[in-house]
């Protein structure tokens, strides 16, 4: 059964950082591309981020690129999103997904920027 768990969301002001974190367990996590999305009430739901199964192919949204690092440990079947600078703007929902047969999610995690 595949489960994806984030963690690490919260309450930030404008120029923080936050690190996301997603547990993955019930597929095979290290041949896997994995990625963050995004979603505000109201808006679609935005890619944020890519990695692939290795971790040495990471694509970003131009929104985040530069600020936002997106990383894995294999050993810990864990994915992650190192998130600096933050704006107002980055305040979503925030899911990891993989693709096993069908797309699976998180259940996310809330990051608010706001002063």
């Known amino acids: 059964q595949v489960q994806l768990v984030e963690s690490g969301g919260g309450l930030v002001q404008p120029g923080g950082s936050l690190t996301l974190s997603c547990a993955a367990s019930?597929?095979?996590?290290?041949?896997?591309?994995m990625t963050w999305y995004r979603q505000t009430p109201g808006k679609k739901r935005e890619l944020v981020a890519s990695?692939?199964?290795?971790?040495?192919?990471?694509n970003y949204a131009d929104s985040v690129k530069g600020r936002f690092t997106i990383s894995r440990d294999n050993a810990k079947n864990t994915l992650y999103l190192q998130m600096n600078s933050l704006k107002s703007e980055d305040t979503a929902v925030y899911c990891c997904n993989v693709q096993y047969g069908q797309d699976y999610w998180g259940q996310g995690t809330q990051v608010t920027v706001s002063s």
């Open positions: 990695i692939s199964g290795g971790g040495g192919s990471a």
């Open positions: 019930g597929f095979p996590f290290s041949v896997l591309a």
